[in-house]
């Protein structure tokens, strides 16, 4: 993959909050207690996770983001962290009228599973004014999630989004355009998708999220096979995706170009006792990717380090704090391959 010398850096916008990460000791049924075995407060959304796992692996270059806060104390908590982590601010905006966003994290200790209980807050507020690509010298922006920007995701009678102007006045400024899906099974999921597809340099989606965006039944881990996610790939290529399109699951991650080739890479494979937690998982793949297309990687490279990525994020019940440096990260390969 090549790289534009003249530019430099990722910007990413989308969904900005904190995550309220609880550690369940099972997943009750309704009407039913489960207990709180302990809690953390981390960040969230896919902006915010990608910048602060990049900045954990030790990303060389420039990080910024774009998005809408409250003026409230996760607003604040927020900024001070980004801060922290050298993560430019300056298109942060703030909302008077509303409060950040924030998810309850409820993740099982018995299967490491999670489920999200969600405040759409100033997320569901961002809107193609927030967006300012006239001085930025990033080469990548990342846009997340389509299907949880209200906003953004409403189609006007072009059959656009907000996420296509945004996604087409970034490729219009030079920046190569990089977009994540949620998991939500929003009744114009397919539509929402579809209509940002030809702004779009590399699609990256789940299982379930690529079945909401084609049609197609992809079934659950076990049940996926090579052929049917390449050909959901294909679908969306065909349907505008200009460079790639990325699915991955738990078993693994595959890519397939727009010439036609595909590449897959297996996930780690970690004992039990070294998982704590999936939140951020997606992200975190999502970073490693981005680390590698910023600076030139080959396809099985960049896989590579996604999966690792992905794998050390598992180490921390939080999205980000499990995230190694890049050597580190590396290693795991060596060790749970």
């Known amino acids: 993959m090549s790289t534009d010398d003249s530019r430099s850096g990722i910007l990413a916008g989308g969904n900005w909050l904190l995550d309220f990460v609880k550690i369940i000791d099972i997943w009750p049924a309704q009407d039913q207690l489960a207990t709180i075995l302990r809690q953390t407060v981390a960040n969230g959304g896919g902006p915010y996770n990608v910048l602060k796992d990049l900045r954990k692996l030790g990303a060389p270059f420039p990080l910024s983001g774009i998005g809408l806060l409250g003026d409230d104390a996760n607003g604040h908590t927020i900024r001070a962290d980004c801060e922290k982590h050298g993560i430019d601010t300056a298109q942060l905006h703030t909302s008077p009228t509303s409060y950040t ?33 006239s001085s930025t010298k990033a080469r990548i922006f990342y846009l997340g999630y389509l299907l949880l920007l209200d906003r953004m995701d409403i189609i006007n009678i072009n059959g656009e989004t907000g996420a296509t102007t945004v996604l087409r006045a970034a490729r219009k400024a030079g920046l190569r355009t990089f977009v994540d899906v949620v998991s939500v099974a929003h009744p114009k999921a397919s539509a929402i998708i579809e209509a940002a597809l030809g702004e779009v340099d590399i699609l990256c989606l789940n299982e379930f999220e690529a079945g909401l965006a084609t ?123």
């Open 215 to 337: 049609g197609l039944e992809l079934g659950q881990d076990k049940e996926i096979d090579t052929a049917t996610i390449r050909n959901a790939a294909r679908v969306l290529l065909d349907c505008g995706v200009n460079e790639a399109v990325v699915i991955h699951f738990s078993r693994g991650v595959h890519v397939v170009t727009k010439d036609g080739r595909a590449f897959h890479q297996a996930a780690l494979k970690l004992p039990k006792e070294k998982i704590t937690g999936a939140t951020g998982a997606g992200d975190a793949l999502a970073a490693g990717l981005l680390y590698a297309l910023h600076e030139g990687w080959s396809w099985p490279r960049a896989l590579e380090l996604a999966v690792c990525v992905a794998a050390s994020s598992l180490f921390d019940p939080s999205a980000s704090d499990g995230i190694l440096p890049l050597a580190q990260c590396l290693q795991l390969k060596d060790i749970y391959a």
């Open 101 to 133: 966003s924030y998810t309850d994290v409820m993740s099982a200790q018995d299967t490491g599973r999670r489920t999200f209980f969600h405040h759409r807050g100033t997320n569901a507020l961002l809107g193609t004014e927030h967006f300012d690509f």
